[in-house]
């Protein structure tokens, strides 16, 4: 399953299997109100071609997933692990973003190297099926969503102030692709007050990947799909928990494009300029796609 997220005049070059989008955002104060600009409409189509190294790489997962039984590697699930993309629904004219993300309440020290634990997971279960390891990213937006989840008790790809990953990843200053597999750990009810066991991070960050990939079939193992993507080329991971619960977003990047001038949107002209890495084929398309401005998201919604 390949889940491609609806973008802010997000552009999507694909080349065989393979897209980049880009979200650009333009917002105009004007009496207190958020206006954006609209989308300029875009079509080019032009032949595509097939690397037969990609052929390659989906032949063998394919031969690898037939291959899987039951695992048993002593790793335990912890539920909830992944949701799909809930549907985004009205948000009361009254709703608010109530409470502001905190810090991860670690060291920094420590959360580094649990990304790079968590990191390890995923290019073990990418080598079991043949593929490449992808590299550690640095964009921050999928932080940002960690710790937001954890401030706001809830698992979910929309964050509490309306936002999808991909915007908060082109606002940190992404231009590729993302896709995010996103994972909790605990209660999600900020009221819940019972007694629970201590959290082992690293335990957790190990069942929340195994889940992905062995236990995915309730998300038509989207989760899976998107681990085991041979284009993926790095992932950017969040981590944020306390003593009882842990939030975990990993956001797959793909950099297929290198830009001589990056997108811009200015008087409501779209420009960019660059070239598509020969390893991925030729130009096939352009879309542009267009998303309302986001609104807040209250407890209840986060949670639908």
């Not at 291959?67 to 335990?76: A, C, F, L, N």
């Not at 099926?129 to 992808?134: D, E, K």
């Not at 900020?190 to 079939?217: I, Q, T, V, W």
């Amino acid at each position: 399953m390949r889940k491609i997220l609806t973008r802010t005049l997000a552009i999507a070059l694909i080349a065989y299997f393979s897209w980049i989008g880009w979200g650009l955002w333009q917002y105009r104060n004007e009496n207190g109100s958020l206006n954006l600009h609209n989308a300029v409409q875009i079509a080019v189509t032009r032949s595509k071609e097939i690397p037969q190294e990609l052929e390659k790489s989906r032949g063998a997962i394919a031969s690898w997933l037939k291959s899987q039984s039951q695992p048993g590697d002593g790793r335990t699930i912890t539920s909830p692990v992944v949701t799909n993309i809930p549907n985004p629904v009205s948000v009361p004219p009254t709703a608010t973003r109530t409470v502001q993300p905190t810090q991860t309440p670690t060291p920094s020290a420590d959360l580094q190297q649990l990304r790079v634990y968590m990191l390890h997971l995923i290019n073990a279960d990418r080598k079991k099926a043949g593929l490449v390891p992808v590299k550690l990213g640095t964009n921050p937006a999928a932080q940002q969503h960690a710790d937001d989840m954890l401030a706001n008790f809830y698992l979910g790809h929309i964050d509490s102030g309306g936002m999808k990953p991909y915007m908060c990843y082109t606002l940190a200053g992404g231009l590729g692709s993302n896709g995010e597999n996103a994972g909790y750990a605990g209660t999600q009810d900020p009221n819940d007050r019972a007694n629970y066991a201590l959290l082992d991070p690293k335990a957790h960050l190990a069942s929340l990947e195994f889940g992905m990939m062995y236990d995915d079939a309730s998300s038509d193992w989207g989760h899976r799909d998107n681990i085991l993507r041979p284009e993926h080329q790095y992932v950017n991971i969040g981590i944020a928990y306390n003593r009882t619960r842990l939030a975990l977003s990993q956001q797959f990047e793909e950099m297929y494009l290198n830009f001589s001038q990056a997108p811009r949107l200015q008087d409501g002209t779209l420009t960019l300029a660059g070239t598509l890495d020969p390893s991925v084929g030729s130009l096939y398309s352009i879309d542009v796609y267009y998303d309302p401005p986001p609104t807040a998201y209250n407890h209840a919604q986060l949670l639908s």
